[in-house]
């Protein structure tokens, strides 16, 4: 079975601009979550979709936001980058249907530099 | 505020011993435990989830989960010096994790 995937791996902008990131989950699984890794700061959370609406989200600004489509893959988009944005975004996929229902998979990320 | 704390290390063990990670957290009414295992460059991998107190082995690694003092270990027996990489703890209610910021350990030859 495919893992996660994430593109681009690699990113970068500058400030001002805006980025979207994109998230395929592993086949079958419904729910995609976004996190921000930073050396600082460790892993974040940043929002999870499930069947296409918005369950959770944590505490960043709503210059971040995302999305996700009915085939499940979800992306997220930053506006108005910062250099504090930074960082290596993660998504994780979970199926929600076996017993370990809501173990979460990564994918490999996404190196964001903002300039 | 969910908290999950973890001893920032680094946890220098010789190779062939036992490493023990330990976590604590915040939040009673969690309801699953994982712990992550980050090699530096890359993304958190799944090594272990635990539900229930008591322990759960899976060859070399063995989880340990105490609700009542709110405490989640990761033993890991014969270290080898491959097991070098920061170790994440995560905390779930329902869907989302906490994590810690990670314990760093160091295996040596």
């Known amino acids: 079975k495919a893992g996660v995937t994430q593109t681009p791996r690699y990113l970068i902008k500058t400030r001002g601009q805006q980025v979207t990131l994109s998230c395929s989950p592993i086949s079958g699984h419904r729910s995609v979550s976004w996190y921000q890794q930073t050396p600082g700061q460790g892993l974040q959370f940043l929002f999870e979709?499930?069947?296409?609406?918005?369950?959770n989200k944590g505490n960043f600004p709503g210059r971040f936001s995302g999305r996700q489509f009915s085939n499940s893959r979800s992306e997220m988009n930053v506006s108005t980058l910062e250099l504090g944005d930074s960082a290596l975004y993660l998504c994780?996929?979970?199926?929600?249907?076996?017993?370990?229902?809501?173990?979460?998979?990564f994918g490999p990320g996404t190196r964001l530099t903002v300039l | 505020q969910k908290e999950v704390e973890q001893n920032s290390g680094p946890l220098s063990v010789p190779e062939g011993a036992i490493a023990s990670l330990n976590c604590t957290y915040s939040?009673?009414?969690?309801?699953?435990f994982f712990w992550y295992r980050q090699y530096s460059g890359k993304s958190p991998e799944l090594i272990m989830s635990?539900?229930?107190?008591g322990d759960k082995e899976d060859g070399r690694f063995t989880a340990q989960l105490n609700k009542a003092s709110q405490y989640v270990s990761l033993l890991i027996r014969d270290s080898q010096p491959s097991d070098s990489a920061t170790y994440l703890c995560a905390v779930s209610g329902y869907s989302t994790l906490t994590f810690g910021k990670g314990t760093m350990l160091l295996v040596s030859p």
């Open positions: 939040d009673r009414g969690s309801q699953s």
């Open positions: 979709y499930f069947s296409e609406t918005q369950r």
């Open positions: 635990i539900y229930s107190n």
């Open positions: 994780a996929s979970a199926s929600y249907r076996a017993k370990a229902y809501n173990e979460q998979f």
